[in-house]
């Protein structure tokens, strides 16, 4: 029997079709099976008409599914580039996301926010340099559940201003039975440039790439 490339074996029966080298085909490539099948078949028991009507459906559905993959492919195209729009509209915007580091300018007091899990008795701040060493510490009343702010006055414990530069700080709360109390913490800062990563976009915050998907606040500067 004459080989045809492409096919393995061609039973003139049952009209199977096999390829060679892969796992899944294109629509090219089935058709190009289905016209060797038909070349191939035995004149004499020719493939029936509900076995034809089926590779033909066969065919159809592989075309369908090829274009509506361009389709989702463009569409998913168009959804990144929008994105990027989006995120590049960013810079220059102050922007609010999960952290706890702040940008501190010189003789100004900064507003530190952070989100309790409950009620606490008590909150104390902690406020660290950019070497991780503790300059000044905010200690408040009790606070109710939910978003926070506090005031920092940008001094460190003995009441000296405290140079331009990042710093952080961590929050600790405690109930009246003294349990500590989930803390989520938030930090701000001006949007300056904008990253585009292979599987995130990020946005460069405080000299820190931050992903766009933990931005929680977006405003304009005054």
């Given at each position: 029997?004459?080989?045809?490339?492409?096919?393995?074996?061609?039973?003139?029966?049952?009209?199977?079709?096999?390829?060679?080298?892969?796992?899944?085909?294109?629509?090219?490539?089935?058709?190009?099976?289905?016209?060797?099948?038909?070349?191939?078949?035995?004149?004499?028991?020719?493939?029936?008409?509900?076995?034809?009507?089926?590779?033909?459906?066969?065919?159809?559905g592989?075309?369908?599914?090829?274009?509506?993959?361009?389709?989702?492919?463009?569409?998913?195209?168009?959804?990144?580039?929008?994105?990027?729009?989006?995120s590049?509209?960013l810079?220059g915007?102050?922007?609010?996301?999960?952290?706890?580091?702040?940008?501190?300018k010189?003789?100004?007091?900064?507003?530190?926010?952070?989100?309790?899990?409950?009620?606490?008795?008590?909150v104390?701040?902690?406020?660290?340099?950019?070497?991780?060493?503790?300059?000044?510490?905010?200690?408040?009343?009790?606070?109710?559940?939910?978003?926070?702010?506090?005031?920092?006055?940008?001094?460190?414990?003995?009441?000296?201003?405290?140079?331009?530069?990042?710093?952080?700080?961590?929050?600790?709360?405690?109930?009246?039975?003294?349990?500590?109390?989930?803390v989520?913490?938030?930090?701000?800062?001006?949007?300056?440039?904008?990253?585009?990563?292979?599987?995130?976009?990020?946005?460069?915050?405080?000299?820190?790439?931050?992903?766009?998907?933990?931005?929680?606040?977006?405003?304009?500067?005054q």
């Open positions: 029997m004459e080989m045809i490339p492409g096919v393995t074996s061609i039973d003139n029966s049952k009209a199977s079709l096999k390829t060679a080298t892969t796992d899944s085909m294109g629509k090219d490539d089935f058709l190009k099976l289905l016209i060797a099948q038909l070349s191939a078949q035995d004149p004499l028991d020719p493939m029936g008409a509900q076995d034809f009507s089926a590779q033909l459906a066969q065919f159809s592989l075309e369908q599914m090829t274009n509506v993959n361009s389709n989702l492919e463009i569409l998913q195209k168009l959804e990144e580039a929008l994105q990027n729009t989006s590049v509209n810079i915007k102050t922007v609010e996301s999960q952290g706890n580091t702040l940008n501190h010189a003789n100004t007091s900064e507003t530190l926010s952070y989100s309790l899990e409950s009620d606490a008795d008590s104390q701040i902690d406020i660290f340099d950019s070497t991780g060493n503790q300059i000044d510490i905010v200690k408040l009343g009790s606070q109710t559940q939910g978003k926070n702010k506090a005031l920092w006055d940008g001094a460190d414990k003995q009441g000296n201003a405290l140079p331009a530069g990042t710093y952080s700080y961590a929050v600790k709360a405690e109930n009246s039975d003294g349990v500590p109390i989930q989520d913490t938030f930090s701000s800062g001006l949007v300056s440039d904008v990253v585009f990563g292979e599987d995130q976009t990020y946005a460069i915050v405080n000299g820190k790439e931050i992903a766009m998907s933990t931005i929680k606040r977006v405003s304009m500067n």
